[in-house]
């Protein structure tokens, strides 16, 4: 009884030798005679839909080759069909910013939109809105769409959770609150920013109203940076009627005061504007405006970012937004500092006004 046992038992073991043995020599035929030489194997993996089914190599990959010097930035940009960037940081979306986008009479086609959004609750309801009227508009009429939209959603968190207007602009959340929006504006600009692209129009997401004619009328002025004058319309409780105040106080004058302040702050302080605890005395163009000819111009030191027309050479020169402290600036503001050292001015519009709203 124990011998057939054994012999079935070695029978089996025969049988599972046998088929491992063949699965071996299958692999390693397999193996030695199939498989392609490391070299195919990189181009099949980079380039595999453009491979034929005989094994030729497919086409290398282009090269582009793009002459920065025919990429003009004239004060005409409408007839040299120069490329324009419009980027915007967003955290909530507010429909008055994307009609008044929708007037902008300066050719859509020519046009490229960018946009950063948080990854919170209101930053995900904002791309849902924002989403659906790029969907809408890319579908549209020819003439209102754009060149392209890229929407891209920060992997960094917001300081704040609410973005209130009472909490943001205290006082204590501000340099936190700037270092991660300049964050937000560097992702986006180093993202977006393409070889053709001629001028840059920063543009915040809660400007609703400017004239359609923004980027020919700012261009025209042929300006490294130029900010038209930021204000908000409001109801006076004084006089109970429909009136309007400076808003964006980070297009200034330096001043003296503000000089010395500097001077004596730690390496990491910055200082920032409109708080009574720093006063500055610096000119703010905001308190400038005198309702004379839109096209006066003052040298500003300092620039907001709600409106700011910049020639992309002075990005690609390498201005950026520091979210540190530089020269005891940050953000925008840094910016501005940052051009200037790079040899590029700032220039402001105190009468040329554009709406930020109204919370
Ligand atoms: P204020 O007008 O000076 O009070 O500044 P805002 O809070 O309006 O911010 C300026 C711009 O940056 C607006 O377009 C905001 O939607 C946007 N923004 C503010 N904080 C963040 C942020 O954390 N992430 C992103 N992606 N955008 C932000
Ligand atoms: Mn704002």
Redesign the pocket.
Known sequence: MARPLGAVRLKRTNSITLIIGAATFIFIFFFFFFSPSSQTVNQSTQNSAKRSSKGIPAKAPPVTVYNLNNVTITNDPVTHRESILIL?????FYQEYWNNLMKLSYPHELITLGF???KTKE?NAATAALQKQVIKTQKGPEKDRFQGVTILR?DFD??LSS?D?SV??KLEHQKA?RA??AK?RNSLLFTTLGASTSWVLWL???IVETPPTLIQDLALHDKPIIAPNCFQRFINPETGKLDERGY?FNNWQDSETAQKLAAEMGPDDVLFEGYAEMATYRTLMARVSDGGDIHTEMPIDGVG??TLLVKADVHRDGAMFPPFAFYHLIETEGFAKMAKRLGWQATGLPNYKVY?YNE
């Open positions: 915007t940081p967003m955290t909530r950063i959004l948080p930053g920060q917001p300081v973005q207007e943001r602009h609150r991660v929006m937000a915040d997401a809660d964006d970012g709600t930020h």
